[in-house]
Structure formats: C-alpha cells, structure tokens
C-alpha cells in the first residue's frame, strides 16, 4: 500500500457543494505515512479505541480506516485486542513499537484530531463556493437593512457594493454608524458553505474551523454506521457563511500564521477564516501599526485573490483571498492610503450625519423602545440649544445614548422617565462632558 503521489480533489454531493466521503485512503488526499501518524497520535493518547469511535475522533469513514489500520497491524504500530459482534466493534491498541512511535510524533505534533484536508481540495472547495457568485439584489438589501433608519443613497451603495464582492472603505464621523452598518452585511450573505476542520500544507496541519467564526448549520448532523460512502466528508464542517471582525488590536503578525512551537501547529489568520465569507477591519487607525502598513498589506490579495503565506520552515504557499474586505475608519481616505491603493477600493462609502427627519425618527423609535414618552417640544430644544450651541452634528448614535442617560437617572430616582429641560440638560452635559 502506497502513499498516493499527488493529492485528489474529492467529489462533492448531489446538491454541488458539499465534499463526499473518501472512500478510500487515496480519495483523503493525504499521504499514506501522515495517516498513520495521525492514528497513532490518537491511540496513545486515547488508549484503546473501537473501530467506529476512530472513525468519530478523526472524521473518516471506517471503510478507510480498516485498511489504514490493517497496514498499522502489518507493520506491528498496532493490534487487535479483542473482536466484536460487528467490524465497528473492533477495539485496537498500540504495540509497544506503535507507542514508542507515537511518542515520537507527538514530539513533533501534538495534533489528533480530525484529519484536515488536503490544500488543493481547500482551494477547489473555497472557488466552488466563492463569495463572489452570491446574487445580491435591492430586495435583499431591503430587507436585510429593514426597520433601519438609514440614507436611501447609502444604502443602494453598500447593496451594490456587496454583489460586486469587492472591497469597500466605510468612512465619516465617531458615531455615525459604520460599525454597526458594516456588521449589517452580514445579513446579505446567503448559503451554506464547507469548511475543513484543517488543511495539510507541506506535512503541517494549519487550523481553519475556529467556534468564534463559524457557525454550523444545525441540521448537519453526524451520520452514524459504517456505510459513509454517499455521505458528507466529515472532515469539513457545513456552515453558515462567516464574519471576521477585527479592530485595534489587529496587527501585522496576526496577518500570518500563527505556530505555536508547544504544539507543534498552525492556526490560520483571520482573513483565511473569514474565505466566503465577510472581513471587516473596524476602528482603522486605531491599531499600534500604521494604518498605511495594514492597508498595503492587502494590495496583492485584493488585485489577484490569493495571499501568500509561509511556514515557520520557510516554505510559501498561496491561499485563495477570497472575502468582502471592508475597512471602517473614522479617517478620511486620503489620511490612510495612497492613489494607488485607493484605486483598488471598489467602492468609498461617506458615512455621516443625518437629516432632521432621520434623527426624530431614531430619536422617537429610541424613546419608544425605552419606555421614555416623546416630546416634541423637548426635542426642537435638543436641536436648537445643544446641537447647534455647542455644534455637535446629528449622527446616528446620539438618540439612544441620550435617552439611556435619562431613563437611568429615573430609575435611579425612582419616577417615571420624562423629557425635561432639566434632565435633557443633564443627560446632554454628563454624555458630552460639557459645562
């Protein structure tokens, strides 16, 4: 039995996007030798085991793993203890040469887990199921954005920008929205996709599903029995499309791969996570790197969709840079990048502030949410003795900061919350700071 020469891309299901089970150990993608390490690994650390709770632990179908096994046994790295009333039934165990191995690789990798995938399926799997081929219509950016009080113009901009799949910079004012609007779109992304528990690259096991990212469709459950051959590679996991978020503490280290030496493996970066999906880059500027460094560090991606990587041996690949990269900055665009780069930003997206009637409406939407009675009288007084006095513009976070401040004083007090001259100055004055 030999390790296959080059990796397979395997087969997906019926619905053209979910990988079928290997039926083989060639059809794995892995070399025959990684797999036996992998199993030894997971028999010394777990003792004995029975065929299908090997199958369990390392998402691969018994079918497989009876013939990995039965070369394991001819090379005396394990053996049978005793025999079931079924094949599944079969409880292995390492040989005393299988343990001192094990121990061996452990010394290299600590790894166990499920079998990762190799790069070329990964790859294959993220352009079969790339972000760029989701339809977004204004249909369904009225109704993701439904209920949101938000600038028509805006929002036929973010629509737009999230069905080209290309990157957008939101910019304006503290305050006015862009976070908030930038998570929005994660309501437009729509479908399931495959992610692999982990991917092989060069004999090192690179992490990709993180519990933080991805979030599993809840009817994919785990098949149970032997028979896997027309079921689901186990190996990936059918998710939700994901979300990445990062702000200021986003630096250029997290932007590689991260080995850790204890362990003996990788986690991928956060964009590689986010493939398919959503990255946003929030409070840019705010990071200890420069804000021009961060920005250069995404011109090769974004202009050929794949970035480059590296192991800590020194060996390169690529992987594909496949996600809608939104940038949200309190800096005008000018501050942060050069024409050149500006240039490769589909779309620039002003954030601002609102209208009159767009902040009564969030103004009186607020109150009505925190129990807090409007009043008219109250609010042109807000408008015309705080806002234009002290020349704060009207951005979107203000009603409900506001009102918070005044319906905790009356809780505090006890009363009823009301809109006063005098709490309304209160409240003004201890949000601003201000005298």
């Not at 009876?66 to 005396?76: D, H, K, S, V, Y």
Request: with cysteine.
């Amino acid at each position: 039995m030999n390790a296959p020469s080059s990796a397979r891309v395997i087969p997906i299901d019926e619905a053209g996007a979910f990988p079928r089970a290997p039926r083989t150990l060639e059809d794995t993608g892995l070399p025959l030798l990684f797999l036996v390490e992998l199993a030894s690994k997971l028999l010394f650390v777990r003792g004995q085991m029975r065929l299908t709770e090997i199958s369990h632990q390392l998402h691969l179908p018994a079918i497989v793993l009876e013939n990995l096994l039965a070369f394991m046994r001819a090379e005396r790295i394990c053996e049978v203890m005793r025999r079931g009333e079924t094949d599944g039934d079969i409880l292995y165990e390492l040989t005393d040469a299988g343990r001192a191995r094990a121990t061996e690789y452990l010394g290299r990798c600590k790894y166990a887990g499920a079998a990762p995938v190799s790069l070329a399926a990964y790859v294959a799997q993220v352009e079969r199921q790339s972000v760029t081929k989701m339809h977004v219509t204004k249909e369904d950016v009225n109704e993701a954005f439904r209920g949101l009080i938000i600038n028509p113009e805006v929002r036929d901009q973010l629509g737009a920008a999230m069905g080209s799949g290309r990157a957008m910079f939101l910019y304006g004012p503290a305050g006015a929205g862009k976070t908030y609007l930038a998570e929005r779109l994660s309501l437009l992304l729509e479908g399931d996709i495959a992610v692999p528990h982990a991917i092989l690259v060069d004999g090192e096991i690179i992490q990709v599903f993180d519990p933080l990212i991805h979030t599993p469709v809840e009817h994919d459950q785990r098949p149970t029995g032997l028979d896997t051959l027309q079921r689901p590679d186990q190996r990936w996991v059918r998710c939700k499309r994901p979300v990445a978020i990062t702000g200021g503490e986003l630096t250029m280290r997290m932007l590689d791969l991260d080995y850790d030496a204890s362990t003996g493996f990788y986690q991928a970066p956060p964009h590689v996570k986010a493939n398919n999906g959503l990255f946003v880059v929030d409070d840019l500027g705010r990071q200890l790197v420069k804000p021009e460094q961060l920005m250069n560090r995404w011109i090769v991606p974004m202009d050929r969709h794949h970035d480059y990587l590296a192991l800590h041996s020194g060996t390169k690949f690529t992987l594909p840079f496949d996600v809608v990269l939104v940038f949200s900055t309190n800096l005008m665009p000018s501050e942060v990048a050069d024409p050149a780069f500006l240039r490769r930003l589909g779309y620039k997206i002003h954030i601002g502030p609102m209208s009159e009637d767009e902040y009564r409406n969030i103004f009186t939407r607020v109150c009505e949410e925190r129990g807090v009675p409007f009043n008219e009288t109250a609010f042109q007084t807000l408008l015309s003795e705080y806002h234009k006095v002290h020349e704060q513009p009207l951005l979107a976070c203000y009603p409900r900061d506001i009102i918070n401040q005044i319906a905790d004083l009356a809780r505090y007090r006890g009363e009823a919350p009301r809109l006063t001259p005098d709490v309304l100055h209160w409240a003004w004055h201890n949000y601003f700071a201000s005298r």
